[in-house]
């Protein structure tokens, strides 16, 4: 297992296009989260996944976007009418179904989106 | 409501120089601390975490941390830095929620290290 992969690395794209990344867990990971990280601050949490079930999602999380994790593996976030206050690093993170103060976090690279 | 505050933006020291990376923290209810660090164009490394036990805790990289229940802090520190740790630090609290724990973030600090 390589580590919690996310897909594209850079995107760029023009305001009012949808956008979509994907992020895939360490295989045995049933936790999934999806952050959001601007310029100069700390990762902000966007929502949370156990298994297939979103059982968490932020206030920061608005209409136009909408996160799946259809199998309880991979997961997709889309942005939908992309608006240039979306420009920021999108950053997945997975832990295992042990109390992950304790065993952990795993994250990604992130995937960087410059909204144009 | 939870809260983590990172005292410092940037922080420049020379190499070989010690370092101390400040983080103070608010809760209602017990917390656990951690350190990530996050290297240009890559995602967040554990450095290191305080759960319970000894208040001072050792991690990665030669950095430990002092969690300071009084004072709620949990400052970074290492005796002597290297070009190699110019990063950008956070600290964090993991909160319980409904289902699961949350982590609540610092702004970050970037560690500057001057030749």
């Known amino acids: 297992d390589t580590g919690v992969s996310q897909n594209p690395r850079h995107k760029i794209t023009k305001r009012g296009q949808n956008v979509t990344f994907r992020c895939d867990p360490i295989?045995?990971?049933?936790?999934l989260y999806w952050y959001r990280q601007t310029l100069g601050q700390g990762p902000e949490f966007l929502t949370y996944?156990?298994?297939?079930?979103?059982?968490?999602k932020s206030r920061l999380l608005s209409d136009r976007f909408s996160a799946e994790r259809p199998k309880g593996s991979f997961s997709t976030l889309e942005i939908q009418r992309t608006e240039q206050g979306d420009s920021a690093m999108y950053l997945c993170?997975?832990?295992?179904?042990?109390?992950?103060?304790?065993?952990?976090?795993?994250f990604g690279s992130g995937t960087r989106l410059t909204v144009v | 409501a939870q809260s983590v505050t990172q005292l410092d933006s940037q922080v420049p020291v020379f190499e070989e120089a010690p370092v101390e990376l400040r983080c103070n923290y608010s809760?209602?209810?017990?917390?656990?601390l951690f350190w990530y660090v996050q290297y240009p164009n890559q995602g967040l490394q554990l450095l290191l975490k305080y759960l319970s036990g000894s208040t001072l805790v050792k991690g990665i990289n030669g950095f430990e941390a002092e969690f300071n229940k009084s004072q709620t802090s949990f400052h970074l520190r290492k005796p002597s830095v290297h070009i190699s740790d110019t990063a950008e630090y956070f600290c964090a609290v993991s909160v319980p929620m409904d289902s699961n724990y949350q982590l609540i973030w610092g702004a970050g600090t970037k560690l500057i290290i001057k030749p």
């Open positions: 996944f156990q298994n297939e079930a979103q059982l968490e």
């Open positions: 295989s045995e990971h049933n936790r």
């Open positions: 993170a997975s832990s295992s179904p042990r109390n992950p103060a304790v065993y952990g976090y795993t």
């Open positions: 809760s209602s209810v017990s917390v656990y």
